[in-house]
């Protein structure tokens, strides 16, 4: 029995290669395939814009796309006491206010504007906590608004808060005062 199994593999061992690398391959093209998937929702949205500027005047701006390019952090919430989870994906506050250069340690808040006029205030200590003020746009994998319209492109999210409530949908503007 053995000696007949081993040689049925040395007369198939080629095509057993074959298959195993061939499921490897469709494994890597599969998850390659699922990102670019996710992504191109994304596309739509490119060119939304978020706006930083310091009391001094200084501006930077980024679309979407150039958000996307930066070092994503993925974090799991969990909501309403623990009842519902999401998965936000974004870039951490601190990590994109660092990297432009401003005086942050002078700056006592964060103003945030979002599409509709509305002002939200964040203290400079809560928005420079590593991983914990997100600039998210996929939420659950999803472009922000495919998982609610009103949330447009571009959210703030503190990751600590147990309610949508606290959420700040559609930024447009971060003000550091």
């Not at 002078?106 to 509709?116: A, C, F, G, K, R």
Request: glycine share 4%.
């Amino acid at each position: 029995m053995k000696r007949d199994a081993l040689k049925k593999f040395k007369k198939n061992k080629y095509n057993i290669y074959l298959a195993l690398i061939g499921f490897i391959l469709v494994l890597l093209i599969f998850f390659f395939a699922k990102n670019k998937i996710s992504d191109y929702n994304l596309r739509n949205h490119d060119k939304e814009i978020v706006i930083i500027k310091d009391s001094d005047n200084n501006q930077h701006s980024y679309t979407l796309k150039e958000i996307r390019k930066l070092k994503a952090v993925k974090k799991k919430v969990k909501l309403e006491k623990g009842l519902e989870e999401v998965e936000l994906t974004g870039v951490a506050l601190e990590k994109l206010l660092g990297d432009l250069g401003y005086k942050l340690e002078e700056s006592p808040d964060l103003i945030i504007e979002d599409s509709e006029g509305n002002y939200t205030t964040f203290p400079m200590s809560v928005a420079l906590e590593v991983d914990r003020v997100l600039l998210v746009y996929k939420i659950n994998n999803k472009p922000n608004q495919d998982y609610d319209d009103s949330m447009g492109p571009l959210s703030l999210i503190d990751t600590t808060s147990e309610s949508k409530e606290s959420w700040v949908k559609d930024v447009k503007v971060l003000d550091i005062k």
